[in-house]
């Protein structure tokens, strides 16, 4: 007769506000999440300066990455490509974003070359020159400040 509970019945959590948080933390980390690390080939051997040091780019332009291997091939996420088609390409889809773009105008977006050390210098003019038949101005050469290993 009285209220007692029977031995039956459990209780079980209410899972919902937890699945609710998990699921704005897999939202937040796919936001925030940096992309750019992927298009580096840490495979390349860069060449070393003592004057070497960091981008300071602040985020005001997008950057491209070349990464140029000792062969001279254009690699791109790990896949050889063709350089002028790689960089008529990027130049196309840079001036689609620059209002009242024509073709031969400057683009704001950087080349970045990762070349390896074993490249010839004469390769390296080419796809600078490359760049710069396609809009391309601005210009950044990655190098070490010391020898890696041994």
């Keep these: 007769m009285s209220g007692s509970v029977s031995g039956d019945m459990k209780a079980e959590p209410n899972l919902t506000p937890m699945l609710d948080m998990v699921f704005q933390l897999v939202t937040f980390f796919m936001l925030v999440i940096n992309f750019k690390g992927a298009a580096m080939d840490l495979s390349l051997k860069l060449?070393?300066?003592?004057?070497a040091r960091p981008l300071e780019s602040k985020g005001e332009h997008e950057q491209i990455v070349?990464?140029?291997d000792a062969q001279g091939q254009l690699k791109v996420y790990g896949t050889p490509?063709?350089?002028?088609?790689?960089?008529a390409g990027?130049?196309?889809v840079a001036g689609l974003k620059v209002p009242n773009?024509?073709?031969?105008?400057?683009l704001p977006t950087t080349i970045v070359v990762r070349?390896?050390?074993?490249?010839?210098?004469?390769?390296?003019?080419?796809i600078v020159q490359t760049?710069?038949?396609n809009g391309f101005r601005k210009f950044e050469l990655k190098a070490m400040t010391r020898q890696e290993g041994p």
């Design 101 to 106: 773009y024509k073709k031969g105008d400057e």
């Design 47 to 51: 060449p070393v300066l003592g004057s």
């Design 81 to 87: 490509k063709d350089i002028k088609t790689y960089i």
């Design 66 to 68: 070349l990464n140029i």
């Design 115 to 126: 070349a390896d050390k074993g490249i010839s210098f004469k390769l390296l003019n080419e």
């Design 90 to 92: 990027e130049a196309h």
């Design 131 to 133: 760049c710069q038949n």
